[in-house]
């Protein structure tokens, strides 16, 4: 239209959009890991021996992991939307392969963390929440991207461990 009455742009082509972060688009070819929900109403692929304890509380324990395998660690109480971590440390264990791997977290107080990749600082490959060297705080309930790969995609082992009780995670989401 805009071209009709004279005034096309002068690039002659249309705007780009620029986005960081977790905003930035999915890099939709390498994502081979699903949305996956913390709480037992739409739980997969949860691998902590015995299982989730469908609204009560339970120590959970580390779990070898395959590809989209995830697992608890710690004292939680799981939901049928989300699992909240009664007492510290605890953790949540995932193998996933995607460049990008965001979790929705939340608190009622700040809930300091720490991020690994394969047993290491994330460093480079930290998402915009996360410190080169793995820590963050959760301030507040939201989309926290946790891991952003600057290299080639692979199958990795992500943890995150909460150094405060209190915090409630409600699903991962991948980009």
């Known amino acids: 239209l805009l071209a009709e009455a004279g005034r096309a742009p002068k690039s002659g082509g249309m705007a780009q959009a620029t986005a960081r972060g977790a905003e930035a688009a999915a890099a939709v070819g390498s994502v081979r890991s699903p949305e996956t929900y913390i709480g037992f109403a739409r739980a997969d692929r949860f691998v902590s021996p015995g299982g989730q304890a469908r609204d009560s509380a339970k120590s959970y324990a580390a779990a070898p992991l395959q590809l989209n395998d995830w697992a608890l660690e710690g004292g939680w109480t799981v939901g049928p939307q989300s699992g909240r971590l009664n007492s510290s440390p605890g953790a949540i264990d995932y193998r996933f392969h995607a460049r990008d791997l965001h979790l929705v977290l939340g608190s009622a107080k700040p809930v300091r963390f720490r991020v690994s990749i394969d047993g290491k600082a994330p460093e480079a490959d930290a998402g915009v929440d996360v410190k080169p060297d793995g820590t963050g705080i959760i301030q507040e309930q939201r989309l926290y991207q946790l891991v952003r790969q ?16 209190g915090v409630e995670a409600f699903a991962f989401t991948f980009g």
């Open 150 to 165: 600057k290299g080639d995609v692979r199958d990795r082992t992500f943890r995150i461990e909460f150094l405060d009780p």
